[in-house]
């Protein structure tokens, strides 16, 4: 099956830009997702990419998609402390409903 | 549109016992889909139920068992319940369960069991 991993740890200052990396191992994946989660509560969704897609731009949210290294990235622009949270790239195969969740990203924004 | 909502937020059982948690899906989605979390494991796979009948599973033993009614909305049950199933138990909705519709969780049931 997939393999989706990401770096556990990311500290950031308050205004910086943040970006969490994700590398996924099946080249089958072809949608890629990022989700958010704050203590004590459930993953938000907070964008996703199609494979064919290199970039996708949301506000302050930019995705990148390496598909010949199978490497995504989320930046956030901007960072703000309510941006400190647990990140998960997820990987979906095409029209199966088996998604592939990394182990989280804790990003920590210092004031 | 009202978001996925788990029942209850938080469950205190002893070892030996059995519990049953509730989802409700959002308003139209047909897939419903069950994750574990876990401070040392991370998220995993439970299994996967659309239009009534369990279409994936993850590698969970059999004291796991779920099911999903007419009206989408899903339980699962563990019965003869360890110490190591305490978790964040998350559930999940999605339109179809196909490529291009995400996931949508609701907030989570706390089972500890002690």
């Known amino acids: 099956g997939e393999d989706v991993e990401q770096s556990l740890f990311l500290s950031v200052r308050e205004g910086d830009s943040s970006v969490i990396n994700c590398t996924y191992t099946d080249s089958s994946s072809t949608y890629l997702y990022w989700y958010k989660q704050e203590p004590g509560a459930g993953l938000q969704l907070l964008t996703y990419?199609?494979?064919?897609?290199d970039m996708k731009q949301d506000q302050r949210l930019t995705v990148l998609l390496n598909k010949k290294d199978k490497h995504l990235s989320l930046r956030i622009a901007d960072t703000q402390t309510g941006d400190s949270a647990i990140y998960f790239c997820?990987?979906?195969?095409?029209?199966?409903?088996?998604?592939?969740f990394g182990s989280g990203t804790k990003l920590n924004v210092k004031p | 549109k009202a978001g996925v909502t788990q029942t209850p937020r938080y469950l205190i059982k002893t070892r030996g016992q059995q519990v049953t948690l509730s989802c409700s899906p959002i308003s139209g989605h047909r897939s419903v889909s069950w994750y574990q979390q876990t401070p040392g494991q991370g998220l995993q796979f439970l299994f996967e139920y659309f239009s009534e009948t369990q279409r994936n599973k993850g590698n969970f033993p059999g004291r796991f068992s779920g099911r999903q009614f007419s009206n989408s909305r899903s339980e699962m049950n563990v019965s003869t319940l360890e110490l190591g199933d305490s978790a964040l138990y998350l559930c999940?909705?999605?339109?179809?369960?196909?490529?291009?519709?995400?996931?949508?969780f609701g907030n989570g049931t706390r089972l500890t069991v002690t």
């Open positions: 990419i199609f494979s064919n897609m």
């Open positions: 999940a909705s999605s339109l179809d369960g196909k490529g291009n519709s995400p996931l949508h």
């Open positions: 997820a990987a979906q195969l095409y029209n199966f409903n088996k998604f592939y």
